[in-house]
């Protein structure tokens, strides 16, 4: 059977795949005219296979965000036959409405890289898409179920910030996110959300927090009228993580019986009506044969 659904992940998924938390089969890296792309996995849960990629590295932390090849991820993806793209991201909370350790099903961004690839159409004049809904809400659906029955405390929505990296924000710019609506800062959705949109590929995230974001004091947050410890907030990122196998197995029983909510898959249909793209998107990054000009005598 086909399996059409994949999870990138994020911080501390090579741990996952070192530990065997995941039942995974290596594919390995895949060729694409934007280089190759991280290994990749077909894993086996009870609900489902998935394909399963960790973003920054195989066995370690190897690559900072601004380094990875997000083209060749999702090309490699598409490639494979996969629709839809659950991912996740370590994210420090601006706003103390959220909780160390607490999911959240992001549902809007603000994009503050400065150097990544943002599209697969350089040099041509394609990509203008609509960027609402920003996560494909089929699969914002899924994720908020399957976390209501795996019973995980959640927001089901909030502000992501994407910033360059890998240096964390000042607590000037914490101020100047918060100002600008941001709820929580991390460095590794964009340019994915938008590269997928261009494929015509469902994609939405589940964060997580790890820890607030700057303030410039030392003040450490308080929970039932305890300070929080930072080995407490490390336990509560690794349990987050460490959570994601099980949701991961709920989310593929839960995506089938979800229904239909966007309009993912015709992303790109300006393009396709107008003849500016053909209908199988292999084509879309045909290059055209370069041909000599004549040849002039000049003597
Ligand atoms: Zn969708």
């Known amino acids: 059977m086909a399996v059409t659904l994949a999870c990138i992940g994020g911080r501390a998924a090579y741990d996952l795949l070192h530990e065997g938390a995941l039942l995974a089969e290596r594919l390995g890296t895949q060729a694409t005219p934007f280089g190759d792309s991280q290994p990749i996995y077909r894993c086996k849960s009870r609900s489902g296979e998935f394909y399963f990629l960790s973003r920054h590295g195989e066995t370690r932390y190897e690559r900072t965000p601004t380094f990875i090849n997000y083209r060749a991820n999702i090309y490699a993806l598409k490639d494979l036959g996969v629709r839809c793209i659950v991912s996740w991201s370590e994210t420090r909370a601006i706003s103390h409405n959220f909780k160390i350790g607490q999911y959240v099903v992001v549902d809007d961004l603000l994009d503050e890289t400065v150097s990544r690839p943002q599209t697969f159409f350089e040099n041509r004049g394609l990509g203008h898409i609509r960027q609402w809904p920003v996560f494909c809400p089929s699969l914002r659906k899924a994720l908020i179920d399957s976390l209501v029955q795996v019973n995980c405390e959640f927001s089901s929505r909030g502000v992501y910030v994407c910033v360059e990296g890998p240096r964390h924000e000042t607590p000037a710019e914490a101020r100047k996110y918060a100002a600008f609506g941001g709820e929580l800062l991390g460095q590794a959705l964009v340019p994915e959300v938008f590269l997928a949109h261009e494929l015509q590929m469902c994609y939405a995230s589940l964060c997580y927090v790890a820890r607030f974001a700057e303030d ?60 500016e793209l053909g209908l199988d998107w292999r084509t879309w990054f045909d290059q055209p044969e370069l041909t000599e000009p004549p040849r002039t005598d000049l003597t």
Not at 227 to 242: C, D, G, I, P
Not at 243 to 250: K, M
Request: hydrophobic share 30%; glycine share 4%.
């Open 216 to 275: 410039g004091t030392n003040y450490r947050p308080f929970e039932d009228g305890r300070a929080l410890t930072e080995k407490a907030e490390r336990t509560r990122a690794t349990a987050a993580v460490e959570r994601i196998p099980r949701l991961l197995e709920r989310f593929c029983h839960v995506l089938p019986e979800t229904p239909s909510l966007c309009q993912c898959e015709s992303s790109m249909a300006a393009h396709t009506t107008s003849g």
